[in-house]
């Protein structure tokens, strides 16, 4: 009995596992990154644009991280022992360094676009 064009279709589907091809799936998680990256922004940008201060709300993590960040702009290395953590005695810095980093490097890389010299004002 021979096959129609229906059937051939389902058997290569069947043949490549039955799911959903890679480009489905790549398009899929582009689509969700998308739409996060615009809520995350969309809700926030509102308080974290207020002029003429810089808006850090959550305590004083954000102070500290951008105090991390300036370390790093300043003096090119890693801020790793900190007195001003359980002051006076100091304490090693617990946050990974890969987003203060991130931050640095990518500060200094779009600085000469946007007309400065290091970012941060430094």
């Known amino acids: 009995m021979p096959m129609d064009q229906s059937n051939r279709a389902e ?3 069947a043949e ?3 799911g959903p091809s890679v ?3 790549i398009t899929v998680v582009t689509i969700l ?3 996060y990256i615009f809520i995350a ?3 926030a940008w509102p308080y974290a ?4 201060v810089l808006s850090t709300s959550g305590g004083s993590d954000p102070y500290y991280n951008w105090r991390i960040i300036e370390y790093i702009l300043a003096y090119h290395k890693q801020l790793v022992y900190d007195l001003a953590l359980n002051y006076p ?3 090693i810095n617990p946050r990974n360094p890969f987003f203060h980093w991130f931050v640095a490097v ?3 890389l779009l600085a000469p676009f946007l007309g400065g010299r290091y970012p941060c004002g430094l």
Do not use: H, L, N
């Open 89 to 91: 005695v100091g304490s």
């Open 49 to 52: 644009s207020t002029y003429p």
């Open 41 to 43: 922004t969309y809700f």
């Open 16 to 18: 490549r596992g039955g």
């Open 33 to 35: 990154v998308a739409f």
């Open 11 to 13: 058997v290569r589907q």
């Open 23 to 25: 480009r489905t799936e």
């Open 106 to 108: 990518t500060g200094i």
